[in-house]
């Protein structure tokens, strides 16, 4: 039995960050609906309190983590529900485009051994 070495894999170098022109740039074109602008912001989130020492305050803080979890699962189902449809949507362009690229290319080229050649 030969051991196996490993192969070290040499990483491309980092870029530099951004400049703060770049990342302006890119937040004011991005469009509303990207999910930097729709996103719930930690502020949103319910704050937790110091442990509450009544038991109404505890069920009602837990109510309210509850909610804020559902919510927050339903958002991340739908957004894995539209990325799943926009994959889906890209697999069939790609099919669509192979099979118009096949198509022009067979009516573009005539099969070899086909040319002739004209006299004048």
Known sequence: MGSKAKKRVVLPTRPPPP??????????????????????????APRPCKRP????????LLYQQSRAFVASSEQLRQAGDKLRQ?????????QELE?????????????????TVSSR
């Open 86 to 94: 926009k994959c889906e949507d890209l697999r069939q362009a790609g």
């Open 53 to 60: 020492e009544e038991p109404e305050a505890q069920r009602e």
């Open 99 to 115: 099979l118009d690229m096949s198509q022009v290319s067979q009516t573009a080229l005539p099969p070899p051994g086909t040319l």
């Open 19 to 44: 400049t703060m022109e770049q990342i302006l740039e890119d937040v004011r074109g991005a469009p509303a609906q990207d999910p930097i602008f729709t996103a719930r912001a930690p502020e949103d």
